[in-house]
Structures are given as structure tokens and as C-alpha cells.
């Protein structure tokens, strides 16, 4: 069976920063550490996305998505059937949301 790709879609800096604009309210702004392992090995860093209220970064594409939902969209609610990262994080947009 062959399994054929979609092309990426490339992502331009303004939408990345219209996204982080829509989602600064909910996000936290996790650090990026540097991972020590000595002389001469790879300069690898760590983005630290267990610190948000959920623990996984799935919280930054659902702000993003729902705070891109039309208002009658909003009002008809927004469902998952993830019990897990992405269900979590649908929860914590939506409280946030609510005020």
C-alpha cells in the first residue's frame, strides 16, 4: 500500500505572530533551556511546554484555534472527543474564555 503526502503548507512570521497574539492571554510563556552534555556535544535546547496548566503544548493550537471561531461558532460550543492532551486543553481555552 503506498501512502501519499500532502505537501506542508508553509507557515509565513505573520501568521505565527498573528497566533501569538490571539493566544497571549491564555498561554504561558514557557522558557527555553539549554540541555547540558558536555564538550563537544550538540547545542540542544528544550522548550519547557510541561510548565503550562496542562503539561503538553496542545493548550497553544486550541487557544489558537477557538480565539479563530466566528461568534455564532463560539456560541454553538466546541467538542472533542480526546480524553487526553487536546480534550484537556479545549477544557482550560474554553473556563479561560468564559471568564
Do not use: C, H
Not at 512570521?13 to 492571554?25: K, T
Not at 522548550?47 to 461568534?71: C, F
Amino acid at each position: 500500500m503506498s501512502v501519499s503526502l500532502q505537501p506542508v503548507r508553509p507557515i509565513s512570521l505573520a501568521a505565527i505572530e498573528a497566533a501569538r497574539a490571539r493566544i497571549a492571554g491564555i498561554i504561558v510563556r514557557t522558557p527555553l533551556v539549554r540541555l547540558e552534555l558536555g564538550p563537544g556535544q550538540p547545542d540542544i535546547r528544550l522548550k519547557l511546554e510541561n510548565l503550562q496548566p496542562i503539561n503538553a503544548y496542545k493548550l497553544r493550537g486550541a487557544a489558537n484555534a477557538v480565539a479563530m471561531l466566528t461568534d455564532d461558532e463560539r456560541r454553538r460550543g466546541v467538542w472533542t472527543i480526546s480524553a487526553g492532551n487536546a480534550g484537556s486543553s479545549r477544557f482550560v481555552v474554553g473556563e479561560e474564555l468564559k471568564g
